[in-house]
């Protein structure tokens, strides 16, 4: 069997190729065994470097000089961009040059290939991973979403088909009514009939008597009453009813039954991002980082809140609701059902929007689904500001008594009052002012934006309070602001709790600090 052949077989010298490996030429990337050696390096024994093979080394391999054969390059001329050798260098082409030795450059380009490299396979590689799962999740939930949208249309055509059922009931009996009615009408003119008839006969058979009789006082006594029941009664006309249908119209009727949108599809040039490599601690921006701008169109800018990281829902001292990508373009609107602006947005985690209205008297906070309004909470004295939607789905309300006296947040569970915060002087936050903006944390605590103490309060699940931060804070939006100034607000808005609530963790939870 030829050895040379075998796949277990051993590692050969390069030049006899039968002999066993024994060194290494560095130079020329050789493997050797010892009698081959001499042979090797008989062309120019300097340049060559004989090591054990165990000690073999990699050794750069410059590229032979096209005018000097005998030389190798070794730099770099930087103004003409071109390798050279150093015979090169001393002629007059690049008499004054500056170079740069290609080892450097080498060991440059190889550090950039190691970062592309770790850069290909930490970051670039898995966010094309990421967004091929997330492209296959989405085509594997296509015919769950869409039979969702299905469910809805049938469970709404139920809904059509109960009410039509309903009025089809209604019409039915209100026929029986009218039968009912019709009916009585005639039997009573019917029984009048029958009485005068009643009467005929009877005075029939008085004059067959009379006429037979031969008394003379009977046929004197006699009386006509033909003049009497010659007078026929009024005749009674009763018309049916009549059944003006409405004719099936189609378009008309899926005009009223209500409609699909159209498929929204955009091109977002930047709308994926590469995955940040991952590191054991969170860095914290100095500064927040612009992602875009957003011209909400709002004189006043109010509340917002993000439906996920592409969408976000604005709103102002107007009439409407907005819903914004985040390249600013506008997605939906929602109107509302009075005409008082929304004092506070937020949104659930089935996507449905939260916000609430009011004014001295009666208050209500609404929810919106499928694009149906709906009243969820009702109150009376006090006026909700403020929403949060927690991790667990409870309604966090920051509110205000009528008389703008005292304030308090409330948790509610549905539609139930499931917990009361409310602070005093002593121990915990206090102040009227009707604007608190409320969040929860990654802690489960609360976090409120007391404008008037100039603090933000954190207090835990229970309400007992942890701690109030009242150090520097970037700019904060204030009200009224104008239009020009919102562009920038809003990145604020979106980009405050990145820097700010971290900071909380990082300064006070962690630390332990209660202050």
Same mark, same amino acid.
């Given at each position: 069997m030829d050895t040379r052949l075998s796949a277990q077989d051993v590692v050969r010298c390069d030049l006899c190729e039968t002999a066993i490996i024994q060194m290494h030429c560095d130079f020329c990337h050789v493997k050797l065994c010892k009698p081959c050696i001499g042979d090797h390096i008989a062309d120019d024994y300097n340049k060559h470097q004989i090591v054990p093979f165990q000690q073999k080394k990699s050794t750069l391999i410059y590229p032979k000089c096209a005018t000097h054969q005998t030389k190798l390059y070794d730099l770099q001329c930087k103004e003409c961009n071109f390798p050279v050798c150093s015979l090169c260098s001393a002629t007059e082409q690049h008499e004054g040059h500056k170079y740069l030795v290609l080892a450097e450059i080498y060991d440059s380009k190889k550090n950039d290939i190691a970062k592309d490299t770790e850069e290909l396979q930490n970051i670039i590689y898995p966010t094309y991973k990421e967004i091929s799962n997330d492209l296959e999740t989405q085509i594997t939930n296509l015919d769950e979403e869409y039979e969702k949208l299905t469910t809805a249309v049938t469970e709404h055509g139920k809904q059509w088909h109960r009410e039509i059922d309903n009025v089809i009931n209604t019409m039915k009996k209100e026929i029986g009514d009218l039968k009912e009615k019709h009916f009585d009408i005639m039997k009573k003119h019917a029984e009048e009939v029958i009485q005068i008839q009643t009467l005929i006969d009877q005075t029939l058979l008085n004059l067959k008597e009379i006429e037979e009789s031969n008394?003379?006082?009977?046929?004197?006594?006699?009386?006509?009453? @033909?003049?009497?029941?010659?007078?026929?009664?009024?005749?009674?006309?009763?018309?049916?009813?009549?059944? @003006?249908?409405?004719?099936? #119209?189609? &378009?008309?009727?899926?005009?009223?039954?209500?409609?699909?949108?159209?498929?929204?599809?955009?091109?977002?040039? @930047?709308?994926?991002?590469?995955?940040?490599? &991952?590191?054991?601690?969170?860095?914290?921006?100095?500064?927040?980082?612009?992602?875009?701008?957003? #011209?909400?169109?709002?004189?006043?800018?109010?509340?917002?809140?993000?439906?996920?990281?592409? *969408?976000?829902?604005?709103?102002? *001292?107007?009439? #409407?609701?907005?819903?914004? @990508?985040i390249q600013g373009s506008l997605f939906k609107t929602i109107g509302r059902i009075s005409g008082i602006f929304p004092n506070g947005i937020a949104v659930t985690g089935d996507g449905d929007l939260v916000y609430s209205e009011g004014k001295k008297g009666t208050s209500t906070v609404y929810k919106v689904t499928n694009g149906q309004t709906k009243k969820m909470i009702r109150l009376r004295g006090w006026i909700p500001s403020q929403l949060c939607v927690t991790s667990s789905g409870d309604l966090l309300v920051t509110m205000y008594n009528d008389d703008e006296t005292r304030s308090k947040v409330v948790r509610f569970s549905g539609i139930m009052e499931k917990q009361t915060i409310q602070f005093d002087k002593e121990g915990k936050y206090s102040g009227n002012h009707i604007i608190k903006y409320i969040s929860e944390n990654r802690n489960l605590d609360i976090c409120v934006a007391d404008c008037e103490v100039g603090a933000i309060v954190v207090v835990n699940q229970a309400g007992k309070i942890r701690f109030r931060y009242t150090g520097h804070l970037p700019t904060i939006f204030t009200f009224p602001m104008s239009l020009s100034e919102i562009k920038l607000q809003i990145v604020n808005v979106l980009y405050f709790p990145i820097n700010v609530l971290a900071r909380f963790q990082k300064n006070h939870v962690e630390g332990g600090t209660n202050s």
């Amino acid at each position: 069997m030829d050895t040379r052949l075998s796949a277990q077989d051993v590692v050969r010298c390069d030049l006899c190729e039968t002999a066993i490996i024994q060194m290494h030429c560095d130079f020329c990337h050789v493997k050797l065994c010892k009698p081959c050696i001499g042979d090797h390096i008989a062309d120019d024994y300097n340049k060559h470097q004989i090591v054990p093979f165990q000690q073999k080394k990699s050794t750069l391999i410059y590229p032979k000089c096209a005018t000097h054969q005998t030389k190798l390059y070794d730099l770099q001329c930087k103004e003409c961009n071109f390798p050279v050798c150093s015979l090169c260098s001393a002629t007059e082409q690049h008499e004054g040059h500056k170079y740069l030795v290609l080892a450097e450059i080498y060991d440059s380009k190889k550090n950039d290939i190691a970062k592309d490299t770790e850069e290909l396979q930490n970051i670039i590689y898995p966010t094309y991973k990421e967004i091929s799962n997330d492209l296959e999740t989405q085509i594997t939930n296509l015919d769950e979403e869409y039979e969702k949208l299905t469910t809805a249309v049938t469970e709404h055509g139920k809904q059509w088909h109960r009410e039509i059922d309903n009025v089809i009931n209604t019409m039915k009996k209100e026929i029986g009514d009218l039968k009912e009615k019709h009916f009585d009408i005639m039997k009573k003119h019917a029984e009048e009939v029958i009485q005068i008839q009643t009467l005929i006969d009877q005075t029939l058979l008085n004059l067959k008597e009379i006429e037979e009789s031969n008394e003379v006082s009977m046929k004197m006594k006699y009386s006509s009453r @033909n003049k009497e029941f010659s007078k026929l009664s009024p005749k009674v006309k009763v018309s049916l009813p009549i059944f @003006n249908a409405k004719p099936a #119209d189609r &378009e008309q009727l899926k005009k009223f039954f209500g409609s699909l949108a159209s498929l929204y599809t955009s091109t977002e040039e @930047n709308g994926y991002k590469l995955k940040k490599p &991952e590191t054991t601690t969170r860095e914290l921006l100095e500064e927040p980082e612009l992602i875009t701008t957003i #011209d909400t169109g709002y004189e006043i800018l109010r509340s917002v809140t993000c439906l996920s990281e592409e *969408e976000i829902w604005t709103s102002g *001292e107007a009439s #409407d609701m907005k819903c914004f @990508n985040i390249q600013g373009s506008l997605f939906k609107t929602i109107g509302r059902i009075s005409g008082i602006f929304p004092n506070g947005i937020a949104v659930t985690g089935d996507g449905d929007l939260v916000y609430s209205e009011g004014k001295k008297g009666t208050s209500t906070v609404y929810k919106v689904t499928n694009g149906q309004t709906k009243k969820m909470i009702r109150l009376r004295g006090w006026i909700p500001s403020q929403l949060c939607v927690t991790s667990s789905g409870d309604l966090l309300v920051t509110m205000y008594n009528d008389d703008e006296t005292r304030s308090k947040v409330v948790r509610f569970s549905g539609i139930m009052e499931k917990q009361t915060i409310q602070f005093d002087k002593e121990g915990k936050y206090s102040g009227n002012h009707i604007i608190k903006y409320i969040s929860e944390n990654r802690n489960l605590d609360i976090c409120v934006a007391d404008c008037e103490v100039g603090a933000i309060v954190v207090v835990n699940q229970a309400g007992k309070i942890r701690f109030r931060y009242t150090g520097h804070l970037p700019t904060i939006f204030t009200f009224p602001m104008s239009l020009s100034e919102i562009k920038l607000q809003i990145v604020n808005v979106l980009y405050f709790p990145i820097n700010v609530l971290a900071r909380f963790q990082k300064n006070h939870v962690e630390g332990g600090t209660n202050s």
